[in-house]
């Protein structure tokens, strides 16, 4: 047979005089380094930045279908203007590792629908120059915004 002891309590009163009596153990104080977040997001970086290039894709479909509703794919230098303006209106807010690739979408849609007008892409000297007026439009539509963003930097700080 068990002999169940009755439970020590948990409370000992503090006696100064005893010899053993335990202290209560020191426990430093830490405090936290201060840091900083780990990515600040760039003051110019906003959604439109991230979504210039779907959106620019997006743009030149419409812009074919308006041209091969009204006809225009006939004048494929007035399309190559109309495409030019809208690789700088989208390269003005694309980040500018994506300008090229604005430019080339640009590019396809332009060589596939109006010059081919079958959907079909080639290389010959009318699909080159389209190419190099699109690449170039793209250019300066991100040199624009460059130079923007180093104004609006220089004047804030």
Do not use: K
Not at 87 to 96: E, Y
Not at 126 to 155: E, I, K, M, P, Y
Request: net charge positive; with cysteine.
């Amino acid at each position: 047979m068990a002999t169940l002891h009755r439970p020590a309590t948990s409370y000992r009163p503090y006696l100064p005089d005893a010899p053993h009596t335990p202290r209560a153990p020191h426990i430093p104080r830490v405090t936290l380094p201060r840091t900083r977040p780990a990515h600040r997001a760039a003051p110019g970086r906003t959604l439109a930045r991230d979504l210039a290039l779907p959106l620019g894709a997006l743009g030149a479909a419409l812009l074919v279908t308006a041209l091969m509703l009204t006809g225009e794919t006939a004048h494929a230098a007035v399309a190559l203007a109309v495409f030019a303006l809208l690789t700088v209106a989208v390269s003005l807010f694309a980040r500018p590792a994506a300008v090229p690739v604005v430019a080339l979408v640009s590019w396809m849609f332009y060589d596939g629908f109006v010059v081919n007008q079958r959907s079909d892409l080639a290389f010959q000297p009318q699909d080159r120059t389209g190419l190099l007026v699109l690449l170039l439009a793209g250019v300066t539509g991100a040199g624009c915004a460059a130079a923007v963003r180093a104004v609006r930097r220089h004047s804030a700080g």
